[in-house]
């Protein structure tokens, strides 16, 4: 029997393909990402970690066992005490002034009230969807990038962030309630769940373009 995240992956796997092929990727990838392009994501992905505490805070009121609330306060544990530091840091070291960044560009905006919604408006296993989308894109693509040379420290970490199997151990861990999922769920809730995910990659496809905007502008 196909697991679930498996079934989710073969229905998404355009939407996918074009994240982890995202020229934001690739510019990693060759170790040219434009540093404006980075100071910009990292304000922009700052605030949404923000945001999503408060998406994981849904979830953990929303988990049915203890065994799912515990999972969720330890992603909440890893987004307060190690990636809100990691940007606190990261901010200082460059010499970055959030206030001097729009955070409410039209493609950020969508993908912190796209996601949020999610989390709001849906289930659990909604959020699980949209956590299993970015978790296992990031993680995809950041173990591709680590094959390759990352002259930046700072952005090197912020790779390594989502490679260590202590901090992204959510990208795994949310694989396995939607693979074990499976035997539960219609054909229709398979559907809604699938479509939770590719509606999550196509947010993280514009959210990541929109570190270029003012950049391609200049």
Known sequence: MERLSDFILRENKTVFDEMVAHRFVEDIKADALPKRAFDRYLVFEGAFVETAISIFAYATAKAETMSDRRWMIGVLDALANHQIAYFERTF????????????????VARFRD????????GGFIDTVAAMFAAEWMYWTWSKQAQQNTISDPLLAEWVGLHT???LCRAGHMAEEPAGSSRETLGEAEKAHLSAV?????RLEIDFHRAAYDEVEDA
């Open 92 to 107: 200082a070291a460059r010499r970055i002034n959030v206030n001097d960044f729009d955070v409410a560009v039209p493609a």
């Open 114 to 121: 796209g996601m949020l919604a999610i989390a709001r408006d």
């Open 164 to 166: 260590d199997e202590n």
């Open 197 to 201: 995910f590719g509606k999550a990659m």
